[in-house]
């Protein structure tokens, strides 16, 4: 399977929670805190490195907060 990881600009996140929807295995949650302007921003919540990096989050984000990294496999050409 595929790994990946998102990052989640805080202050450009508005909490609209349209990432935590579309995520197939729920790891986005919440913030318990507010950012500057006062929203809960999204945040990863992956301790067992779930996510595939498949950008659902990310093209959903209305604000473009999200950057979604993917590993890729590296083959050896002969």
């Known amino acids: 399977m595929a790994k ?3 990052e989640i ?3 450009l996140c508005k909490g609209c929670e ?6 197939p295995y729920d790891l ?3 913030a318990a805190g507010f950012n ?6 999204a945040m990863l919540i ?3 490195q779930r996510c595939t990096g498949c950008t ?4 959903i984000c209305p604000e473009a ?3 979604v990294y993917r590993q890729v496999k590296q083959e050896v050409l002969q």
Do not use: T
């Open 46 to 48: 992956d301790p067992d």
């Open 65 to 67: 907060a999200i950057a």
């Open 9 to 11: 600009n805080e202050e």
């Open 56 to 59: 659902l989050c990310a093209m």
């Open 4 to 6: 990946g990881r998102i």
């Open 28 to 30: 986005i949650g919440f």
């Open 18 to 23: 349209f990432c935590a929807m579309v995520c």
């Open 36 to 41: 500057s302007r006062g929203y809960r921003p």
